[in-house]
């Protein structure tokens, strides 16, 4: 996530912001150009970008209800709801308090995902525009006990238990399945992956180089699932998987790998927009040191080298103010060379929707 300053008095301002602190003017995120845009409200209620021409953007209608959607709208564009919020199919019963706080929590994540996916040009299409391929998501709480809501992933659709949205309950989960890592955004960026197995994989050239890497994906998912609860993960997973759950169907494997890639990239962005060299870390030699059978390109290589001390660095604030590590990962060789082939995946899909659009 880049740094984002007021586009009328030049105050920093954070990527979940509507309003601007100092000068007062309206902010919202306009998704096309992925820019924090800073409005003056006019007599009639319309928006005029500093800077910007007037009346070509509108409030997502969500500003208004308990998620409180700051993204907005083109001035010409029909739909009330952003290219976010259209995403979103159904909602937690928002006559129950705890729903619309899970509502607010939920959407936040999701905007933070959706982020980074635009910056990848990544497909983001929503049902109503591609009834076919597009991605859907269902917030749902379980009320009964009996039918219990799952967090996954089918035929692009994504439904994330509510429940997840409560700290408490996430912890406990977190433990229960004896897990380093969970949270809102994580879930987002791993069921995501599924999607985009589907999309950008599952009937291309790239099929057959992933089952090389990751496995064949024909294999049993049920049957798989079951034996990953009864047995765990395979011992000695941490020479090859990314997680103990990647190793229970190529399927897990890849959606792992996806998440800790968008992990990489969101950091990566992060430190770049705040200028952040670690250089102090080169003179101790915690740098990754890559085994020539790794077979990493130049590119990718140079974004592990980077990747490694931020993690470090990242770690060592979070324990510094009193909380876990914040990535509690050790990623092997083998584990950052599937990274690598999702690389290789979402820089073929960005090159081709650059290349579409230049030609639209």
């Not at 607010?104 to 497909?123: H, Q, S």
């Not at 996430?170 to 985009?196: C, D, I, M, V, W």
Request: charged share 20%; with cysteine; net charge negative.
């Amino acid at each position: 996530m880049r740094q984002f300053r007021c586009e009328n008095c030049g105050q920093p301002l954070y990527f979940q912001n509507d309003r601007c602190g100092q000068c007062g003017s309206r902010v919202g995120f306009i998704p096309e150009g992925r820019q924090l845009g800073s409005f003056e409200v006019q007599d009639d209620g319309s928006l005029r970008r500093h800077g910007g021409p007037p009346g070509s953007w509108r409030a997502c209608v969500n500003y208004a209800s308990a998620c409180l959607c700051n993204w907005m709208v083109a001035g010409h564009e029909a739909n009330p709801l952003c290219v976010s919020c259209r995403l979103t199919e159904t909602i937690p019963d928002q006559s129950l308090p705890e729903n619309r706080l899970a509502w607010l929590k939920l959407e936040a994540a999701k905007r933070t995902w959706l982020y980074t996916i635009l910056g990848l040009r990544l497909p983001a299409r929503s049902r109503l525009e591609d009834p076919d391929h597009g991605l859907a998501f269902h917030f749902l709480r379980q009320l009964d006990a009996g039918r219990p809501v799952l967090t996954g992933h089918e035929c692009g659709l994504i439904t994330i238990n509510a429940i997840e949205s409560d700290a408490v309950q996430r912890e406990r989960s977190k433990h229960h399945l004896h897990e380093p890592y969970r949270t809102l955004l994580g879930h987002f960026r791993h069921e995501s992956g599924h999607y985009y197995w589907d999309v950008l994989v599952s009937e291309s050239r790239f099929l057959e180089p992933f089952r090389t890497l990751f496995g064949d994906d024909r294999r049993d998912y049920g049957e798989a699932l079951q034996r990953h609860y009864r047995e765990g993960p395979r011992p000695g997973w941490e020479s090859g998987f990314v997680s103990g759950y990647a190793t229970m169907h190529p399927w897990e494997d890849w959606a792992e790998t996806w998440a800790h890639y968008l992990h990489m990239v969101d950091l990566l962005n992060t430190a770049h927009s705040w200028k952040l060299h670690i250089e102090g870390f080169a003179d101790q030699k915690v740098a990754a040191q890559i085994p020539a059978e790794a077979q990493l390109s130049e590119e990718f290589a140079a974004m592990v080298h980077e990747w490694v001390p931020l993690t470090l660095l990242t770690n060592s604030l979070s324990r510094s103010l009193g909380h876990d590590d914040a990535y509690p990962f050790a990623l092997s060789y083998r584990a950052l060379r599937k990274m690598q082939f999702v690389h290789e995946v979402v820089s073929s899909a960005g090159a081709a929707a650059a290349a579409e659009a230049l030609a639209a």
